[in-house]
């Protein structure tokens, strides 16, 4: 089925295999984005799938979303948690082994790491190597979840490191039939195919 909407291209994600929806909307107006929000909280509650508001803490509460995801230059962990509340989930971006031992010493529920690959999302990202992940995963305890121009072509190369996870957009809202791009890469990622 092919997606009519962004609420849509989450439902059919979800109903595709998708276990987290985050948010991330950085050229939107604060109004527009808390519409979005509110509508995706919706979807997600529904569908019993937990939702993650990228950078906005004020939106993240305003919608009682269930996470809130932050990078190396927004809000300071501390800050965030100080706000968001001890029993919401606190991701944090990181780039390398020294930020990700940092994120998880500051108690962030878990990490980020990447860009893996080069990406459409983000400009100007130095991939993060195989290597360095594979650090990453041997030094920290909490989740590791890839980030970064994740696709079916470069999945695989993921394999064996030690991560809990990967976080995609284009690979699945880029393609024509939402829930089999979900569905096929899930199933690539966990060996299935």
Do not use: W
């Not at 529904?46 to 269930?66: E, W």
């Not at 809000?75 to 020294?98: M, W």
């Not at 962030?108 to 990453?136: C, Q, W």
């Not at 989740?143 to 079916?152: D, H, M, Q, R």
């Amino acid at each position: 089925m092919v997606a009519s909407s962004i609420e849509e291209c989450v439902e059919q994600a979800i109903l595709g295999g998708c276990t987290v929806v985050q948010l991330r909307e950085k050229n939107a107006s604060s109004n527009d984005f808390f519409q979005t929000a509110l509508n995706m909280r919706k979807i997600t509650a529904t569908l019993g799938v937990p939702l993650i508001i990228n950078d906005r803490v004020d939106i993240a509460l305003a919608v009682d979303a269930d996470g809130l995801h932050i990078g190396q230059d927004d809000l300071p962990y501390e800050a965030a948690r100080r706000i968001f509340g001890q029993d919401k989930i606190i991701g944090v971006s990181t780039h390398n082994l020294a930020e990700a031992k940092e994120a998880a010493l500051m108690g962030a529920d878990y990490i980020g790491v990447g860009a893996m690959f080069t990406t459409g999302t983000k400009k100007d990202v130095n991939p993060t190597s195989i290597d360095e992940l594979r650090h990453i995963c041997e030094a920290v305890e909490i989740p590791i979840v890839a980030i970064g121009g994740i696709n079916k072509n470069n999945v695989l190369l993921l394999k064996n490191t030690g991560i809990d996870g990967i976080a995609v957009v284009s690979a699945i809202v880029a393609e024509q039939a939402t829930a089999n791009a979900a569905q096929e890469l899930k199933a690539l990622f966990q060996g299935e195919s």
